[in-house]
């Protein structure tokens, strides 16, 4: 924390008494980011990195979304659905959608795209979210048909954050299908991809996006992202003006550049909960915990609220506690860790907390109608609360592929060459 702090402070003292760094502003309308992992390709089913994902969700379109604000599904390249049975749904689709290609969108990208991610012979890292599909049929131009093998009670959910639909036309000429988010990453989203390579990734706004008027629209009109591995390296960009934010900062970083007058610290869920259980019910060889003094006095021993301040900005966590897995699972919060409403029977469990990712950014950017630039303006199709990590996922299925610290791979000078342009 200390060397932290001194770099931080030496850097900038450095820069006081250079000319002024080049910052991002309103007459570029660019957005800088950097982030620690790297991707070669942009593919939510063959490449499901945590932080690509949060650009998955502004290049790539499903049928439905859910309104993390308002608790609802809501249309995307449907614009209705009917359940027929407990498990058959069928959707009729927006006529009006293009992909980034020109290509008009409708009930064959649907079923070409869902065919391929369930067909056997398509290998993908995470198949079980999508095997549950027994078929799914054109109805019309603009219809189709989904149909589970059993009834399966979260297809919207699984629908909304996992389907993303593919251009068919692409997808039949590639001769490896896992190319797609390499050579042509051709989608319906917000943002285009411009180009992908191993310095940076280039998304452009896509002007003729058909829901000019909603949240999902492109509030930013170009985006540049840059795998900086090394966190100090990251730090230096941010403070010379290389970049305007830092995505998943350590908590360190955030408290340090959260000093400077032009940078905001947004914290956000990182989708990941933590909790102990105790063997109350005596699987294990030690039967110490079957003792219900034991679990309480373990529970009154340990203050959770004092790790979580030494390693949380400002300690912002979520703690609650539930006290037996037979009762609904409510997780309401507490000022203290210390419950005195322990019960038995069932498994006891400490107070779970969520982790916390934190992004930094540089205020006012760009032009957002606003003197603040958030940090996940990027992500207009993530609301304040979802998890950024898995694409927004709110549930348990959660996919950590977090690199170490390294040297990094871009430099202010190749980050502008051996651009690839994506192909068309």
């Not at 502004?58 to 993390?68: G, R, T």
Request: proline share 7%.
């Amino acid at each position: 924390m200390a060397q932290l702090r001194a770099f931080v402070i030496g850097l900038m003292a450095i820069l006081a008494v250079a000319t002024g760094p080049a910052r991002a502003g309103k007459s570029d309308d660019t957005l800088r980011i950097a982030v620690t992992d790297w991707w070669s390709t942009l593919d939510p089913y063959q490449f499901p990195l945590d932080e690509a994902a949060v650009f998955f969700r502004v290049v790539y379109e499903s049928l439905v979304a859910y309104d993390e604000r308002n608790h609802k599904f809501v249309p995307r390249l449907a614009k209705s659905w009917k359940q027929i049975d407990d498990k058959t749904i069928e959707f009729q689709l927006r006529d009006d959608v293009k992909f980034h290609n020109g290509d008009k969108f409708d009930a064959d990208d649907v079923v070409g795209t869902i065919k391929y991610i369930t067909d056997p012979a398509t290998q993908l890292r995470f198949k079980d979210n999508y095997v549950w599909v027994d078929t799914v049929e054109k109805l019309g131009p603009y219809a189709v048909r989904i149909t589970a093998k059993t009834a399966f009670a979260t297809e919207l959910e699984t629908l909304a954050y996992r389907f993303n639909i593919y251009d068919s036309k692409v997808l039949a000429k590639l001769e490896n299908k896992a190319d797609y988010g390499r050579i042509s990453p051709v989608a319906t989203g917000p943002y285009k991809v411009v180009s992908l390579d191993q310095q940076k990734m280039v998304l452009v706004r896509f002007d003729d996006y058909y829901d000019k008027a909603g949240p999902w629209k492109a509030p930013i009109k170009n985006v540049i992202v840059r795998p900086i591995p090394d966190s100090q390296t990251k730090i230096a960009e941010f403070i010379t003006g290389n970049i305007d934010v830092i995505r998943n900062a350590s908590a360190d970083t955030a408290r340090e550049l959260g000093k400077m007058p032009d940078t905001r610290v947004t914290p956000t869920h990182a989708g990941l909960l933590m909790y102990v259980t105790l063997d109350a019910m005596g699987r294990s060889d030690n039967k110490a915990m079957k003792d219900q003094r034991v679990r309480k006095a373990f529970m009154e021993a340990i203050d959770s609220a004092a790790p979580l301040a030494s390693i949380m900005v400002r300690g912002l966590a979520a703690i609650g506690f539930q006290p037996n897995e037979t009762q609904p699972l409510t997780i309401p919060s507490f000022s203290s860790a210390r419950p005195s409403n322990m019960k038995s029977g069932g498994e006891a469990r400490r107070p779970p907390s969520r982790t916390l990712s934190f992004s930094v950014a540089r205020r006012g950017p760009v032009s957002r109608g606003s003197t603040d630039a958030e940090p996940n303006a990027i992500a207009p199709v993530l609301p304040p609360g979802k998890c950024h990590s898995c694409a927004g996922e709110p549930s348990a299925r959660h996919s950590s592929m977090r690199a170490g610290d390294g040297p990094s791979h871009a430099s202010p000078v190749s980050s502008r060459s051996g651009v690839n342009p994506i192909q068309p």
